[in-house]
């Protein structure tokens, strides 16, 4: 029995040596070749600045505006092929790109920094560059219809894409989300209410009704329809504001008649490009919310409930 226990702890001790001896020798090897085959060439130290020199790196970008990008591109060992480096950017100047250190790779006599695309030969190092372009002006917005109505929505945008020359393997890009001037005034603006809203004592069912115009004017966003929103958000007051019932009426009464229009575009424009149903469904969900307000209006005033019976049959209409 004893001889048994004894060989059964030397076969255990061999096969654990075993092991310890393969986890050494593959932890060697394995993580670096890993490495390299995963990451041969990789953006580094990348920094957006504006034109007045601030890091927007970690903000959203603006249609239209120029930016200076500053970064680097460190290049493995192991990598033998052409560096492909490329941009979505509009040039501003002579040239999109200029390099900032002594990179082998780079022939500086037969290169082409006034192209959005360059090629290099990859070189085990860093190269440090510098890129200069414009944001399309036009990127966040959308034509959809005859009058020149657009809508409006925050973009994704390649800035930077590092590929290989031989086949167009992307290795790393970086990319930034773009607003406009439309989305940033809105935004703004909704900010500007809230805080009014917040802080300003007035009639409660004044209140009310002005977060129900808030909250419609951000479905009007969802859809892309900024211009709608502003509208609806610059009919509330800034000061100054009325008792009800009668200035609150006249107040309230502008405001829903712009609400219906923006709602009844919206719609319109759904009918336009997708299915019945899909449209029914939002035509319910809009009348729920004006039941919500016909239920605060009517405490105010009679006249204005009945306007808003008004738009609601002439949403329901829209699908009959």
Known sequence: MIKIMSLIR??????????????????GFLPTAFGQAASPAIITDLVVRDPNGN??????????????????????????????LTTNLERTRDVFWTLESNYDGVDLNTWTPGSPAIDFEARSGTADFTLTGRIPEFITEKFWDENGRTI?????????????????EILDLREASITDQIIIRYGN??????????????????????????????GLTA??????????????????????????????GSTLGLAAISVILVLLFLRANRGKGFISRRVEDEA?????????????????????????RELQDLVE
């Open 10 to 27: 030397a076969y255990a001790s061999s096969a654990l040596a075993i092991w310890l001896l393969f986890a050494l020798l593959t932890a």
């Open 55 to 84: 890091d927007v790196s970690n903000e959203p970008l603006v249609a239209g505006g120029e930016y200076t990008v500053t970064f680097s591109i460190a290049i493995g060992a192991t990598l033998v092929d052409r560096i492909l």
């Open 152 to 168: 409006h929505a925050i973009q994704r945008f390649q800035l930077l894409i590092v590929s290989l020359d031989s086949n167009k």
């Open 189 to 218: 603006l909704l900010q500007e209410k809230r805080t009014i809203l917040d802080s300003v004592q007035m009639d409660p069912q004044y209140a009310a009704l002005a977060r129900s115009i808030l909250a419609e004017s951000e």
């Open 223 to 252: 859809a892309g329809y900024y211009d709608a929103a502003i509208t609806l958000l610059e009919s509330i007051p800034s000061s100054g504001f009325p008792t009800p019932p009668v200035v609150t009426n006249i107040f309230l």
């Open 288 to 312: 729920k919310k004006l039941d919500l307000l016909l239920v605060k209006a009517t405490r105010v005033d009679k006249a204005l409930s009945t306007e808003i019976e008004t738009i609601k």
